[in-house]
């Protein structure tokens, strides 16, 4: 469920979670992303799912890149990560750009051996 999946990649960046505010309004954004979803499923249940927030001729945008727990180190990853890079690219696309948060070590090897470069560090600030 991707809802779910939105949720716990939140909560694992240490973020505030979405249900103890506006459970409903966070499904309905959910919701609204699903047709920019590219999604894995392994045994019939979703295992990946990543979004193309921004679609652009110079390039493409990549947000909430997940993988359950569970399904982690069996390369759905990669795959979805390249499967988007490579639909960027059909696209015209110049550049794919994703943000990774600090410490994240497994998902800057993923991005790096995909050929990702780190080009600029951004710190997120929050407003509660």
Do not use: K
Not at 15 to 28: I, K, L, Q, Y
Not at 66 to 94: K, Q
């Amino acid at each position: 469920d991707l809802v779910v999946a939105a949720r716990a990649s939140l909560r694992e960046e240490g973020r505030p979670d979405p249900f103890h505010g506006d459970p409903h309004g966070f499904r309905a954004w959910v919701r609204g992303r699903m047709p920019r979803a590219h999604v894995i499923q392994d045994e019939g249940r979703v295992v990946f799912v990543a979004y193309a927030d921004v679609q652009r001729g110079e390039g493409w945008l990549l947000q909430g890149v997940y993988t359950w727990p569970d399904r982690r180190r069996r390369g759905f990853g990669r795959e979805g990560v390249a499967g988007l890079c490579r639909r960027a690219a059909e696209a015209g696309a110049e550049h794919v750009q994703l943000a990774v948060v600090e410490g994240n070590a497994p998902a800057e090897a993923l991005y790096g051996g995909l050929g990702f470069e780190p080009f600029v560090e951004l710190r997120t600030i929050l407003f509660q």
